[in-house]
């Protein structure tokens, strides 16, 4: 495994075999890709392995015939991400009546890929921040052509410059155009150019990742005539005696309104800001990761003051067994109104349960802010093998069954979901925090 990897790292160009041979074990999933049919008029190649391979073929000419040059980590990222773009479609394929015709779809298999690798990924030893890159790009893979299509806002490819890192989104998307036989094969590939276009005209275009350069610093939005470090900046003047989280608040909401098309000029985001600075002053942490990936441990060493609402507590309030799951609408009911009694009395509150859905992540943001109060989420990032040998150490251990039904249900966050996002490792130690970058931009005066 470790030599594979290196082999990648270094600029090897693995094909899709090699790639099955040493990942299937980790990534059971990839064994299914051989059996997993796609419809015909769209993958006239075949099954999803057969596809992925040309995939992979045509990446490998992409890069020798446009001459493209990434680090090892970035050509890391690329390469995997690659590999594994279509690796939830063994999850979602099914058949369904499009236009009276019989068609197989497989719908949402991005986000679905995205969701089963994370762990396992983290248990194959590859370090947290390139995860959050390969699993970002695997999620975010369909983008550019929706981009192109809807002709979104550029608050959206704000958003999308900031996950991912877009040359490799792009080279990505144009490989998987090209690995595969379909009728409008040149129509796809004009959209991908379309996109590439679209970033270098904003200004986005040089981003690499969370972790890299960031796409979205500098983002200059050409058709309006301004761009992210304008927002930013007069935020910052405006606001200037206002603290980090406030800031950070500010900011994402004012992102999130851009992206809605809530308004169009940076002063009409400073004009709608100031309702928000007189607004609430506690704030909600929203823990997300499965039973046994560090949520506890991380309460005790950071919770504080704060009011910690724990659902598995308040299930045992009620029912006398933390695991026992017949009364969870009850219980949920309790945890809400303490949230809302907590928030109303401006508290500081964590919530402390999995949240491994979107749904239930956002019904709890949207509720805090509601009350006008700052969001983070604290996204757990243990390996897989580690999560399950905890388990079984806890005093209160779920059953194995139960677990692998939590990782079946995980539907990953992204970074827009909250004011914050903050990425712990196994050790308990932050990997990423959104925050890092705006902190650093308000004090320097730039984006």
Not at 437 to 443: A, K, T, Y
Request: glycine residues 8%.
């Amino acid at each position: 495994m470790e030599a594979y990897l290196q082999a990648i790292q270094e600029g090897g160009i693995i094909g899709w075999e090699d790639g099955l041979e040493v990942c299937a074990e980790a990534l059971p999933l990839l064994r299914e890709l051989s059996v997993t049919p796609q419809d015909p008029e769209w993958h006239g190649e075949g099954d999803v392995a057969i596809h992925t391979a040309m995939v992979l073929e045509r990446l490998a000419e992409l890069l020798r015939i446009e001459g493209w040059r990434f680090s090892a980590e970035r050509w890391f990222v690329l390469w995997m991400a690659t590999f594994l773009h279509d690796i939830g479609k063994p999850l979602t394929t099914r058949e369904q009546e499009i236009d009276g015709r019989l068609r197989i779809v497989a719908p949402h298999h991005a986000q679905r890929g995205a969701s089963y690798l994370v762990y396992r990924l983290l248990e194959m030893g590859i370090p947290v921040r390139l995860v959050l890159d390969i699993v970002a790009l695997v999620g975010s893979h369909h983008e550019p052509k929706h981009f192109v299509k809807r002709d979104v806002s550029f608050g959206r490819q704000w958003m999308l410059a900031e996950a991912c890192d877009l040359q490799a989104l792009y080279l990505l998307e144009k490989a998987d155009m090209l690995g595969r036989i379909c009728s409008d094969q040149q129509e796809q590939i004009e959209i991908m150019e379309l996109f590439r276009m679209l970033c270098e005209e904003s200004g986005g275009w040089q981003g690499a990742g969370l972790f890299g350069q960031r796409g979205l610093e500098g983002w200059y939005a050409k058709q309006a005539g301004w761009g992210a470090d304008t927002l930013r900046e007069m935020l910052r003047m405006t606001f200037h005696s206002e603290s980090d989280t406030q800031h950070e608040r500010l900011w994402r909401e004012s992102l999130w309104d851009l992206a809605e098309g809530l308004y169009t000029r940076p002063e009409e985001a400073v004009s709608r800001a100031y309702r928000l600075v007189r607004e609430g002053r506690g704030a909600l942490t929203l823990l997300v990761g499965p039973s046994g990936a560090g949520k506890s441990t991380w309460i005790t060493k950071y919770a504080g003051s704060s009011e910690v609402i724990s659902l598995d507590q308040i299930r045992e309030d009620v029912t006398g067994d933390a695991g026992d799951q017949h009364e969870n609408t009850r219980v949920l009911h309790q945890a809400r109104d303490r949230l809302k009694e907590a928030l109303r009395k401006g508290r500081d509150v964590i919530w402390d349960a999995t949240s491994l859905r979107r749904d239930s992540r956002s019904m709890l943001i949207q509720i805090a802010r509601d009350y006008g109060v700052h969001t983070t989420q604290v996204v757990f990032c243990a390996p897989m093998n580690e999560i399950f040998r905890r388990n079984r150490q806890r005093e209160k251990s779920i059953p194995t069954s139960a677990l692998k039904r939590q990782f079946a249900a995980l539907e990953w966050p992204d970074i827009h979901e909250a004011h914050r996002t903050i990425f712990v490792d196994a050790e308990g130690c932050t990997a990423y925090d959104s925050r890092d970058i705006l902190v650093r931009s308000v004090r320097s005066g730039r984006a």
